[in-house]
């Protein structure tokens, strides 16, 4: 059974950081595409930054280029979000997901992929 475990949310002030893990298990994440998404209230899921199967060269959205970075640690099956200089705007659930075998190639769209976490909250406030 594969599972995605989300951690490392929480509350943080403007201008501060927080790292996110997205540890799997039933599942190994090397070779595989992986996104890492959010959905704030009242807003639809968007994605965030995710990375083919085959390099270790994420992509960012527009919001969080130069900001955040996504690594990946195959040994220990888990991908992280290293989310710098934060601000109220990146308030949201946070959840990775990973795309079947099969599906090599990483996407923006919340449909393509088919594994996904819980979940982590971060918000972002004084």
């Known amino acids: 059974q594969v599972q995605l475990v989300e951690s490392g949310g929480g509350l943080v002030q403007p201008g501060g950081s927080l790292r996110l893990s997205c540890a799997a298990s039933?599942?190994?994440?090397?070779?595989?595409?992986i996104g890492w998404f959010r959905q704030a209230a009242g807003k639809e899921r968007e994605a965030v930054s995710c990375i083919n199967s085959r390099d270790n060269s994420p992509s960012y959205s527009d919001s969080v280029k130069g900001r955040f970075t996504m690594s990946k640690d195959n040994a220990k099956n888990t991908v992280y979000l290293e989310m710098n200089s934060l601000n109220p705007e990146d308030t949201a659930v946070y959840y990775c997901a990973a795309k079947a075998p099969s599906r090599t190639v990483a996407s923006v769209s919340v449909h393509e992929y088919d594994y996904w976490g819980q979940g982590t909250q971060v918000t972002v406030s004084k």
């Open positions: 039933g599942f190994t994440l090397d070779y595989k595409a």
